[in-house]
């Protein structure tokens, strides 16, 4: 048989497929929504960035608000703890500035690591930067928020295929309670080596490194305090299981990192 009339394709089957995806609606839907995404996209004040995916390519704002992040000395002690510790496995809720310390320690060390953020934005901003530095696949991943202000706990348990033993909790922005309330990620910190916690100085948080110290392990505490221009002292809290806090303590007096003896709730600045 000849060609088909006003196509000039061999009507062959592999090439009769290739003319019925050529001409799939949802092809050109696709091709319609990203275009949108760049007419939009391409407004943002801060600019955007493109990232292929595997449904296309996706067109996505930089934040438009950038806040300053941790002491310098914080981010030298994260690195020599993941170094010195070897976690097999990593979980981050909040993405940030600590997504390249964790990724990069994971990837290229062939660990597994799953980080999740609820906003889309700051997730394209992390993919990138992680990308740019060498890290092989996606670790980042958008989670958005369920009913209850957490992250949708289904979502998340279908990302974490290996039980983590270092576990960073700094999200969501506004309210982290949801951790204490589902059976998911309460299990998950249960079988945690090491816990950070962030921004201890909110009382709902502090409760909850209480209630992390002693579930499924004992934990000792490392009280790091750290300045930001744009707020008060903000601290963050570091529990590691018992037995493994021998090479903290080395980390901290060989680094000279300066913690604290204590950070008593009377501290805290808001619920």
């Not at 696709?30 to 407004?43: D, K, N, P, S, Y």
């Not at 979980?91 to 940030?96: D, I, N, T, V």
């Amino acid at each position: 048989m000849g060609a088909w009339p006003g196509l000039g394709v061999p009507s062959s089957s592999a090439d009769l497929n290739a003319t019925l995806n050529y001409l799939d609606p949802r092809r050109y839907a696709r091709w319609a929504g990203e275009l949108i995404e760049f007419w939009t996209a391409r407004r943002a004040p801060k600019g955007f960035v493109a990232l292929s995916t595997t449904h296309g390519v996706r067109y996505v704002p930089l934040p438009p608000l950038v806040w300053s992040t941790k002491s310098h000395e914080w981010w030298v002690f994260l690195g020599a703890l993941l170094h010195r510790l070897r976690p097999r496995s990593l979980l981050e809720l909040g993405s940030g500035r600590s997504t390249i310390y964790l990724s990069e320690y994971a990837c290229k060390n062939g660990r597994p690591v799953v980080s999740v953020d609820e906003d889309a934005n700051w997730m394209a901003v992390n993919r990138l930067i992680t990308r740019m530095g060498g890290v092989q696949g996606d670790v980042v991943h958008h989670l958005p928020l369920a009913d209850d202000g957490f992250y949708d706990t289904a979502m998340l348990e279908r990302l974490v295929v290996e039980r983590p033993d270092f576990i960073y909790l700094d999200g969501p922005i506004r309210d982290r309670s949801g951790l204490m309330k589902h059976d998911f990620t309460l299990d998950l910190c249960r079988g945690a080596n090491v816990i950070v916690v962030d921004d201890i100085q909110w009382r709902h948080i502090f409760d909850q490194m209480v209630a992390l110290q002693d579930l499924g392990v004992h934990r000792e505490r490392t009280f790091i305090e750290y300045f930001i221009p744009e707020d008060t002292v903000r601290c963050l809290c570091v529990l590691t299981r018992r037995d493994l806090q021998p090479m903290v303590d080395e980390l901290v007096q060989c680094l000279g990192i300066a913690t604290l003896d204590d950070f008593p709730r009377e501290r805290c600045i808001r619920d």
